[in-house]
């Protein structure tokens, strides 16, 4: 038998063979592995997305499963950590750009910084995660997940940089039916739900154990049935008021640089047109683009029109607008968000004004600020970057900050101007709630990003908002969608893309606080405390472990 010397040693030919035989096989195993874990990450950005993109968001309750696969199949070694950071990484940036796509049409700058920080803030919790399950008893990986995603969803909600747009239990709101009972948990007891129901459902799959895939059907289908019992055995209250919504149907663009006159000439018809026995008239964000003087906006010729048009009707409704207003300060009392000119310290704010019939006004100052149009967040490290604030008419750069919600009051009715990005946020939009408002307002100018999923998100997103407070809503747009919502989540009247007109609906009032309206975003408070505790957990485990292995 002849052999071959190879680097020293003898190898004999049927070595050679199975060698070579070798060699293609472990060439083509690599890319199967590879194309299994790139259609895993497909599928869990898909899976995350449908929520947000005008599909049903029960698909999140198994959009963590091909993650988590991924993540299981590498072992505790410091290459394989990056290389499901590198997975992670690409789900939650398919993740982003699937459903916030759309903010490209107002700024380029914007899909690119939510996109950083929204996947940053993923990251944090997933490797968290991860790096504890490799090391750790799974059950302490697994509340470290639910824990950790949470909380960085809450300071999403809550820091400097805010736009919790994919909490994930914001992805039902085209399922209102299937979460009514946010109103004892908010929208992170929907994150809740859908994190432990992933990784009940991943633990049922890897282990095919019976009762593991009946536990995980529990969870998953239980908190639905719930929801369709609530929804349907569900009174509203009998006590309600007329609204009326106005879409003016102004572009957003060319509104702060037109022609004002023709477009007060325009609010004023439709106001005309509303019935006269109506408690509220709600217009959109800046519908009034000329800057009030706050100390005498009674005074504005705007005002002085709408208020006599209501005398004229005979009418005893609260018109309730969306303007710019703005404020000077002597020195030594000006705010930090205060600017300066020649005259002294002054603040510019984007406000809703409430105009009764004798003229009377009162003022609410818009708290929860669009990042990078209407506040800068950090302003003395990131002043610089000044040359990349989104102008998106009217007012721009940091405006003035209102210090909490306020209502307004029509007889015995009082009722919750929430502006615009407001409705986002679960607990501040609460704030009305608790202030006594029985109905809410939504006023809104979300026409800038074209006819997109955009606006149509931030409508629907007002059905959770309509849940957890159990508030009927009326909205009106500047364009985009203009209507009604019920306590429960469902649509009533509505005037969709690029239409002009009125609607007016009965809207419940509802005086009774929810159990989250009472205790806000507790579940996402709580998970702060847990995720601390179970990482100085996981500390002391690793130390007495590394003790252990040295004695």
Not at 210 to 232: C, G, N, Q
Not at 246 to 255: A, L
Request: hydrophobic share 45%.
């Amino acid at each position: 038998m002849r052999h071959t010397k190879t680097l020293g040693r003898t190898v004999s030919p049927q070595v050679l063979r199975l060698t070579d035989r070798a060699v293609p096989a472990a060439q083509t195993v690599k890319p199967s592995s590879m194309s299994r874990k790139l259609t895993a990450v497909f599928l869990s950005a898909l899976l995350l997305s449908l929520g947000w993109l005008g599909f049903s968001g029960l698909t999140l309750s198994v959009a963590f499963v091909p993650l988590l696969w991924i993540s299981s199949s590498y072992d505790d070694s410091r290459r394989s950590w990056w290389k499901v950071f590198g997975w992670a990484l690409l789900t939650f940036v398919l993740w982003n750009a699937a459903t916030i796509w759309w903010i490209w049409n107002a700024t380029w700058v914007g899909p690119f910084a939510a996109t950083l920080v929204s996947t940053t803030l993923n990251m944090i919790a997933f490797m968290l995660f991860h790096t504890v399950s490799k090391k750790a008893p799974k059950a302490l990986a697994y509340t470290i997940l639910v824990a950790a995603w949470i909380t960085t969803e809450y300071w999403y909600t809550t820091g400097e940089f805010s736009f919790p747009w994919l909490i994930l239990g914001n992805g039902f709101s085209e399922s209102a039916w299937a979460v009514q009972w946010y109103e004892y948990t908010g929208v992170f007891g929907g994150s809740l739900w859908v994190l432990v129901t992933n990784i009940l459902v991943f633990e049922a799959w890897r282990s095919r154990k019976r009762s593991a895939a009946v536990k995980a059907a529990l969870v998953a289908t239980v908190p639905t049935m719930v929801s369709a019992a609530i929804y349907f055995t569900y009174k509203p209250s009998e006590r309600s008021m007329r609204v009326t919504v106005i879409q003016p149907n102004v572009d957003c663009y060319d509104k702060f640089h037109g022609d004002i006159a023709r477009q007060e000439r325009n609010l004023l018809e439709l106001i005309a047109e509303a019935p006269a026995d109506v408690r509220f008239i709600a217009m959109p964000e800046t519908a009034l683009t000329n800057y009030l003087y706050e100390p005498s906006v009674t005074a504005a010729p705007i005002v002085d029109s709408i208020a006599s048009l209501l005398r004229a009707k005979g009418s005893d409704a609260i018109v309730v607008s969306g303007a710019n207003t703005w404020r000077r300060y002597d020195d030594g009392t000006q705010t930090e968000t205060a600017r300066r000119n020649e005259y002294g310290y002054y603040d510019l704010f984007n406000s809703a004004i409430a105009v009764s019939s004798d003229g009377e006004v009162d003022i609410y100052h818009k708290s929860r600020l669009v990042i990078g149009v209407e506040k800068t967040p950090l302003p003395k490290l990131f002043e610089w970057l000044e040359f990349l604030v989104i102008d998106l008419g009217g007012t721009v750069g940091q405006l003035g900050v209102g210090t909490h919600p306020e209502v307004f009051s029509s007889g015995n009715v009082k009722a919750g101007p929430s502006i615009c990005y407001e409705a986002i946020y679960g607990d501040f939009y609460g704030g009305f709630v608790r202030r006594g408002a029985e109905a809410m307002l939504v006023i809104s100018n979300d026409g800038w990003w074209g006819d997109t999923p955009g606006y149509k998100r931030l409508f629907a997103f007002c059905r959770l908002r309509a849940i957890e407070h159990r508030r009927a809503i009326a909205r009106s747009a500047n364009t985009g969608i203009s209507g009604f919502i019920s306590e429960r989540g469902d649509d009533g009247q509505r005037l969709g893309w690029d239409r002009r007109g009125i609607l007016t609906d009965e809207v419940t009032l509802n005086a009774r606080l929810t159990f989250y309206t009472r205790y806000g975003d507790y579940i996402a408070r709580i998970s702060q405390y847990l995720t601390l505790l179970c990482v100085l957990y996981f500390i002391a485990y690793r130390v007495k472990r590394k003790n252990y292995l040295v004695k």
